[in-house]
């Protein structure tokens, strides 16, 4: 069931930034583990980043690490992804979504929660 909110997403050229921000309306969304994921037309969700409900262990697979950065904003109450360096196969809907256990995992299984989804796509 759709319950996060996803923002930020849009259109830019190859190598620009994008940040995007997830929202947990009613919650505390530092009171969840939160993870981003991202599906392209014709492929599996892809794990793209996870953050521990403690804030203190953040995850990364090697397709984004080094250009993607997660963070929480508390006083906003969002869970945000900023996005530099972006390539074209970055090009999908990125989600955002929560689970009440600490543990940060990497498998979209795992998560209780899931936002609608923000489009990103990146120009050549």
């Known amino acids: 069931q759709v319950q996060l909110v996803e923002s930020g997403g849009g259109l830019v050229q190859a190598g620009g930034s994008l940040r995007l921000s997830c929202a947990f309306p009613?919650?505390?969304?530092?009171?969840?583990?939160v993870g981003w994921f991202r599906q392209a037309p014709g492929k599996e969700r892809e794990f793209v980043s996870s953050?521990?409900?403690?804030?203190?262990?953040?995850r990364y697979p090697d397709s984004v690490k080094g250009r993607f950065t997660i963070s929480r904003d508390n006083a906003k109450n969002t869970v945000d992804l900023q996005m530099n360096s972006l390539k074209p196969e970055d090009t999908a809907v990125y989600y955002c979504?929560?689970?009440?256990?600490?543990?940060?995992?990497?498998?979209?299984?795992?998560?209780?929660?899931w936002g609608q989804g923000t489009q990103v796509t990146v120009s050549s």
């Open positions: 979504a929560a689970r009440d256990n600490p543990t940060a995992t990497m498998s979209p299984s795992t998560y209780n929660y």
């Open positions: 009613g919650r505390t969304i530092s009171s969840y583990t």
């Open positions: 953050m521990s409900k403690s804030g203190g262990t953040t």
